[in-house]
C-alpha cells in the first residue's frame, strides 16, 4: 500500500512538469499525508484484527466425539431414571439418600425441566412415561411443599422451568398436550403482573390469583419472562400473553437510567416502576434478565429495536465499567459494582453465562454503535460510546467472550477435583490480601483501560485478556496447609469465596456457544474435561449430588441434584460434543434454562391483532 501511494505522488509531480525543488517539497508533503493516515488508521482497531488465541487443531477423532455424545446421554439416562424411581412425581431425587425435594410447587419440577431434553436425545420412553403426569398436573399451589413456597407459585422460577419446559418441548414435539398445559399454565400465572407498574410479582397464587411478595422486586425476577410469554402468545393468539411480555419491556425502556450509563440495576420498585437502588451485577439477582435483552431481539425476528438499544447500552457499560483483568495473569473477569461504581472483585459462576451471550450476539448480529441512539445515553453512557467508537464493536464482543469463557474454564481447571467454585475474590494487587469484614478494594486494572493502552500502543499482539493462560494448580501441601474456603495463593489471582459447586451450568453453556459460534475444537476437549470431573466426582447409584467442597478429591458431596443439572448441563454438553448442530442459533433461541424456541416473525395480523408496531426501517 505505502509504495504505490507514495509512487502515485511521485508521478502526479512528473505529470505537472514541476522542478527538482517543486518535487522535493511535494515528495515530503506525499510522506505526511500517508504518515498521518497510518497513524490514524493504528488508532482504530478494525474486525480484521486477531481476536481469539490460535490452538492447535483437535486431533479427537469423529467416532470419539460420538462416543462422547452417547456417554452424556448415558449420564443423563442414569440420573433422569434415579429421578423416576425414587423421586417422581416429586420435584427433585436426594442422590445420596434417594429421598425427594418439594421445593418448586411440588408439580414434579425435574420431570417439566428434562422433557425437551429427553425430545433431543432420542429418549421416547422416558418422553412417553413422562406425559401422564404432564396431563394430571392441577398447577395448583396447595400442593405440600418442603420449602417456603407454601400457597403461592414463584413466579420466576415456575416460568423458566416449567412454562419454557412445557413451551420447548411442544416446539420440539408437536404434541398438542404440551400446548394445552402451557396455555394453563400461563394464564394462572398471569395475575403475577397485576402490580401498578406491570413488573411481575415475586409469586402468585394459582388457584385465587393473589399475589405475595415485597413492594420491590430484583432485575432477574420481574425481567425474565418475556421470551417465554412472547412465543406463547404467538402459538394461542392470546394478546394478553403478549402484554405480559410487552410491559416488562416498555417498563425497561422507560425507565430512566442514564446516571448509571444505561445499565439495568438490580433493584427496582413494583409500583412505580422506577429503579430501586444502584447496585450493577451480571450475577445473582440480575443475570438473565440482561440475557433476554438480546434474546427477546433474535427471537422476534430481530425486530424489537427497544430491545437492542438496552442489550448494547447494557454490554457497552459492562465493558467500560465492569470488566477487570487480574494483576499476576492478566485474567479477564467480570464484577459487580455499587454506588458510584465502586467493584466488589466478586467472580460469580452465575456469571459465566456472559460469555456465551456475548458470543452468541456476536455471532447473530452485525453489532455497531451506529445501532446506538446516542442522545439517551446521558454523560456515563456517552462517555462509554466515546471510547468504544474507537473499535469494531463485534470484535470487542468476541474478544471479552474469549477473555471471560477462559477464566470461567480455568476456575474448573485449576482446581482439584476439577469442578468449578460458585464464588472466587479477586484481589487487583498480588500479595495483598484483605482481612476478613475489611471494605472492598476499590482499585483493580479495568479491562477498557488496558485495551486503550494496547490500542494506542499500537494493538499489537493478542488484546488484554486474551492469549495462552496456562492453569495453575496447587500442590497437596498448599491444600493440606490452607483453609479450604480461603486459600490464598497469589500466583492465581483469586481466593475461594464459596468453595461448593451446585452443578450449575453457566460455564458449559458458555463453552458450547463459544464452540458453535467459533468453531475452535479447543472449547469441546474443554467441556470434555469438565464432563470427566462431574462424571468421577459427583455421580451417585442414584444420580449426581452436588459438591459442598471444590478443593477435596474425591470431593466431599450434598444430597442435592437441582432439576437444571437435567435440564442445562446435560444438555449442553450432549449439543457441545453431538456433531450435528441440533440446534441451530440462527433457527433457535435458549431461555435461561436452556429450553431451545424457534425464531419467528409476526405476521401482519398480528401485529395489528397485538398493537405491535410495524419494524422501523
Known sequence: MLPRMFHA??????????????????????????????????????????????????????????????????????????YERHAKPHDELRPLTNGTKDNFNGWGVSLFDSLD????????????????????????????????????????????????????????????????????????????????????????????????????????????????????????????????????????????????????????????????????????????????????????????????QLYLRATNHIFTHMLYLSEARDLLYVTDTNRNFIPSHNFEHLSCFLPGLLALGADQLDLSLDDLDYETLGPVGQQSYDILRNYDLRALHRWAAEGLATTCWLLYEEQPSGLGPDVVHFQPKVGEWPARGSPPDHTGKLWVEGLEKWRRGGARGYPPGLGEKKPVRLTRDEIGSAKLRALRVPERDYVLTRSEYFLRPETLESIYLMWRSTGDPIWRERGWSIFEAIERETKTASGYASSKNILLSPTLLDDDMPSYFLAETLKYLYLLFHDEDLVPLDRWVFNTEAHPLPVFSWSSWERNKFGIPEPSS
Not at 54 to 74: C, F, G, L, M, Y
Not at 229 to 246: F, H, I, P, Q, S
Request: with cysteine.
Open 117 to 308: 431434553t429427553m425430545i433431543m436425545m432420542g429418549l421416547n420412553d422416558e418422553f412417553a412415561r413422562a406425559l401422564p403426569v404432564v396431563s394430571r398436573a392441577t398447577f395448583e399451589t396447595n400442593a405440600p411443599v418442603t420449602n417456603r413456597h407454601v400457597g403461592y407459585a414463584p413466579f420466576f422460577e415456575t416460568v423458566i422451568r416449567y412454562l419454557g419446559g412445557l413451551l420447548s418441548a411442544y416446539a420440539l414435539s408437536r404434541e398438542p398436550l404440551l400446548l394445552q398445559r402451557a396455555d394453563d399454565l400461563g394464564r394462572m400465572l398471569s395475575p403475577a403482573f397485576d402490580t401498578p407498574s406491570g413488573f411481575p410479582a415475586f409469586g402468585v397464587d394459582t388457584v385465587t390469583g393473589e399475589t405475595v411478595g415485597g413492594a420491590s422486586g430484583v432485575l432477574a425476577e420481574i425481567a425474565t419472562c418475556q421470551v417465554e410469554y412472547a412465543y406463547l402468545a404467538l402459538l394461542t393468539g392470546n394478546k394478553m400473553y403478549w402484554e405480559n411480555a410487552d410491559v416488562v419491556m416498555k417498563g425497561l425502556w422507560k425507565a430512566n437510567v442514564t446516571r448509571l450509563g444505561g445499565m439495568l440495576p438490580r433493584r427496582w420498585n413494583l409500583a412505580t416502576g422506577n429503579p430501586g437502588d444502584e447496585f450493577l451485577s451480571v450475577g445473582a439477582a440480575a443475570d438473565s434478565a440482561h440475557e433476554y435483552l438480546l434474546k427477546q431481539y433474535l427471537l422476534t425476528g430481530k425486530q424489537d429495536k427497544e430491545a437492542l
Open 9 to 82: 505522488c511521485v508521478e502526479y509531480c512528473r505529470a505537472r512538469r514541476l522542478t527538482g525543488r517543486h518535487l522535493l517539497f511535494a515528495t515530503i508533503g506525499c510522506v505526511f499525508v500517508i504518515t498521518l493516515y497510518y497513524s490514524t488508521l493504528q488508532n482504530t482497531v478494525s474486525s480484521s484484527e486477531i481476536w481469539r488465541t490460535i490452538r492447535p487443531v483437535s486431533t479427537t477423532p469423529p467416532h470419539v466425539w460420538k462416543q462422547r455424545a452417547e456417554a452424556v446421554k448415558n449420564a443423563f439416562r442414569h440420573a433422569y431414571n434415579g
